[in-house]
């Protein structure tokens, strides 16, 4: 398995552009969540879903939207960049099947947005 | 509103020694998860241990265990035997379950553990 895999690993962009963050899991988890991380807070959740075609918001939502089409895929898309979004961005999914179970995160993305 | 709180942003240990790590956390629920992950300088967030709130027995994972006090809302985390690898950001996280399959997943801010040769 490759686990959560997230894409880019890298981005910069300029104020009012929008993009997308690719994350992808390939164990077959209903839950997925998107987090991001600033220095000295710690990572704060975005927005999550518990399954195909449910999307929830989590903390921190503004200036982000997602969207579940499938069990594997959880996009995370910036609809207008701006400076306070820079910041990394972390997927993770957690199998349902079990309270116990943790989550699982992917390896990140850094992104800067000037 | 649930909170976790790790009041040593920096530790430092030399190699071999044991180091203890504090978090606590407020919370009115009973039933809930604690983690403690691992975060090396690769950012990948790594799990180190986990413990049950219903269970009395703290958890332990080779040189990693915890001190668990549920009363006193404490979840330490206690690394043995440190290893120049175990220096990274160590995040406390507190989970418990909404209705609807959902979750609350909330992290304290870090700290940062130093391991000295």
């Known amino acids: 398995n490759a686990g959560v895999t997230q894409t880019p690993k890298f981005q910069v962009l300029k104020t009012g552009q929008s993009m997308t963050l690719q994350c992808a899991q390939d164990m077959n988890h209903e839950y997925m969540s998107w987090y991001r991380q600033d220095p000295g807070m710690g990572l704060r959740l975005i927005h999550y879903s518990v399954g195909a075609g449910i999307t929830d918001q989590g903390e921190v939502p503004n200036g982000y939207n997602v969207s579940r089409s499938t069990t594997e895929d959880f996009p995370l898309r910036l609809l207008s960049a701006a400076p306070s979004q820079t910041s990394v961005y972390f997927c993770a999914s957690r199998y349902t099947g079990a309270w116990r179970y943790e989550q699982y995160f992917g390896p990140g993305t850094r992104l800067t947005v000037t | 509103a649930q909170t976790v709180t790790q009041s040593q942003p920096e530790m430092s240990v030399q190699e071999a020694e044991t180091v203890t790590l504090s978090c606590t956390y407020d919370t009115s629920e009973s039933d809930y998860y604690l983690f403690w992950y691992k975060q090396p300088p690769s950012r990948q967030m790594i799990l180190v241990i986990r413990?049950?709130?219903?269970?009395?027995q703290n958890a332990t994972e080779n040189r990693f265990s915890v001190n668990f006090q549920k009363a006193a809302k404490s979840f330490s985390l206690k690394i043995s035997d440190s290893q120049l690898g175990d220096a990274a950001m160590y995040f406390c996280a507190y989970r418990n379950q909404l209705r609807g399959g959902s979750e609350k997943l909330v992290f304290g801010k870090g700290t940062k553990l130093t391991v000295n040769p």
């Open positions: 413990q049950e709130a219903y269970k009395q």
